[in-house]
C-alpha cells in the first residue's frame, strides 16, 4: 500500500511516495529560494504561482522515482496547515482531484506536526510521547505529544520565529538569505561573549519565545542608537563575526532553556526537534549537553528531513491507521495554530 504525500506550505513543492511501513520510496523537493532571494523573503504570490508550474512535475518525478503509477496508490495524504493561503490551496486541489478521480481516501497533515514526525522517520523505535519544538523560518513552537496523532501546543513565539530572527539579524550585518546558515558561519571565528544580547522570559516559567527585542538589539549594535551622538565599532569582519556569535548564543540559549522547561513541566523524557534552523550546530550541541545533563534523550530530524519536503508527512499513515480521513470539501488553515 502506498501513500502519497504533497507539500506546498510555503515555497517548496515537494511530492514523496511513503510505504505504509514508512518507508519513503522518494521524496521529491523543488526550491524556490532563487525566486524568492532577491526580495529577501518569500513573496507569496510568487510561491504560489511557482508551486502551480510545479507541482505536477514533481508528482510525476516522485512517482518515477518510486518506480510506482498513480494506480499504485492506496490514499494523498496533503500538508493543509500552517501556511500561504495561496501556496496551500495549490497542494490541496492537486490532492483533492488525484483523490476524487482514483476514488481513494484524503487525508490531511498538520505541516507543523509532521516537522516533528519527521525525528520517526530516522528512529528505530516509537518516538511518542515527546516534547516536540519545530524551530524554523515561520515557528518556533513547542508541544507536548503524546500520540503522532495528539500535538498539545505548550507555547510560541508572541512575534518573530527563530529563523525569521536569524535572516533578520543576517540582512542587518550584510550577510545573505537565507541568513541561518551565513550567521553560523560568521559566528564560528566570533566571540560569543563579545556582546550581551537579551534572552527574553529566560527566567520565567512561561513557555513562550520573543525575538524581537534581539532584533532591534543586534540593529543598534551594528548601525547604532538612533539620534545617538555615539557612533558604533565598524561593522568589521571582526566585529560581524562577535555579533554573529553573540547572537546565536541569545537564540540558542532561551531555545534550549524553553525545550528544559517544557520537559520538566511534563516530566517528558525525549525532544524531536525538526525544522530549518535545527540544522544548527551550536543549537544541536547544546541541546545533546541539556539533555544529557537531565538523562533525557534527544531526537532531531535528519537533515534532509528538516527543512520542508513531503517525506515527514508519513505522518498521515499515523491518521490512516486512526480513521482520520478527509472529506472532499477539506480546506486550508493558513494561520497559526490553535492552543489546545
Ligand atoms: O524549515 P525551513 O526550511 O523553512 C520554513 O521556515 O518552513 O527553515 C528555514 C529557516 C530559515 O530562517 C533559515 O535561516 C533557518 O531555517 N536556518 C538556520 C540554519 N539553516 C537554516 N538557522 C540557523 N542556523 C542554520 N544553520
Ligand atoms: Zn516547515
Same mark, same amino acid.
Given at each position: ?11 517548496e ?15 521529491? @523537493? ?8 532577491? =526580495? ?9 504561482r ?11 518525478? &516522485? ?11 492506496? !490514499? ?13 490551496l @495549490? ?20 505541516h ?15 518516538? =511518542? ?18 500520540h ?43 566571540? &560569543? ?11 520565567e ?19 547604532g542608537i ?14 560581524? &563575526? ?5 547572537f546565536?548564543?541569545?537564540?540558542v540559549? !532561551? @531555545?534550549v532553556?524553553?525545550?528544559r ?6 516530566g ?51 491518521h ?8 472532499l ?11 489546545r
Amino acid at each position: 500500500m502506498l501513500m502519497l504525500a504533497l507539500e506546498s506550505t510555503c515555497d517548496e513543492t515537494a511530492a514523496a511516495v511513503i510505504a505504509r511501513d514508512r518507508r519513503i520510496l522518494s521524496n521529491v @523537493v523543488s526550491t524556490q529560494e532563487t525566486l524568492h532571494a532577491r =526580495f529577501g523573503g518569500v513573496v507569496p504570490e510568487i510561491a504560489s504561482r511557482a508551486h502551480v508550474e510545479r507541482i505536477l512535475p514533481v508528482i510525476d518525478e &516522485a512517482l518515477r522515482q518510486a518506480n510506482a503509477t498513480l494506480d499504485d496508490l492506496a !490514499v494523498i495524504a496533503v500538508a493543509t496547515e500552517p501556511g500561504l493561503v495561496g501556496s496551500l490551496l @495549490v497542494g490541496l486541489t492537486a490532492a483533492k482531484s488525484l483523490a476524487w478521480s482514483l476514488g481513494i481516501p484524503l487525508i490531511a497533515v498538520n505541516h507543523l506536526e509532521a516537522h516533528i514526525y519527521a525525528c520517526q522517520l530516522a528512529a528505530k523505535e516509537n518516538v =511518542f510521547p515527546c516534547i516536540g519544538l519545530v524551530i524554523s523560518g515561520g515557528h518556533t513552537n513547542l508541544y507536548d505529544c503524546a500520540h503522532a496523532c495528539e500535538f498539545a501546543l505548550l507555547g510560541t513565539t508572541i512575534d518573530d520565529a527563530a529563523g525569521e530572527a536569524f535572516d533578520k539579524a543576517a540582512q542587518i550585518l550584510g550577510l545573505g538569505y537565507p541568513g541561518g546558515p551565513q550567521i553560523e558561519q560568521a559566528a564560528r571565528t566570533g566571540n &560569543a561573549t563579545a556582546v550581551k544580547f537579551p534572552r527574553t522570559f529566560l527566567h520565567e516559567d512561561r513557555l513562550e519565545f520573543s525575538f524581537s527585542g534581539l532584533k532591534t538589539s543586534i540593529l543598534y549594535e551594528a548601525n547604532g542608537i538612533p539620534g545617538s551622538r555615539t557612533q558604533p565599532p565598524p561593522l568589521t569582519p571582526e566585529r560581524i &563575526a562577535d555579533l554573529a556569535a553573540s547572537f546565536q548564543a541569545a537564540v540558542v540559549d !532561551v @531555545v534550549v532553556s524553553k525545550c528544559r522547561q517544557a520537559m520538566e513541566q511534563t516530566g517528558r523524557r525525549r525532544l524531536c526537534v525538526g525544522g530549518g534552523v535545527a540544522a544548527n550546530r551550536s543549537l544541536r550541541d547544546e541541546l545533546a549537553k541539556m539533555t544529557t545533563a537531565i538523562d533525557a534523550e534527544l531526537l532531531i530530524a535528519p537533515w534532509s528531513y528538516c527543512t520542508d519536503n513531503a517525506a515527514m508527512s508519513a505522518l498521515g499513515w499515523e491518521h490512516f491507521e486512526r480513521g482520520n480521513f478527509a472529506e472532499l470539501d477539506l480546506d486550508v488553515t493558513p494561520g497559526l495554530v490553535r492552543m489546545r
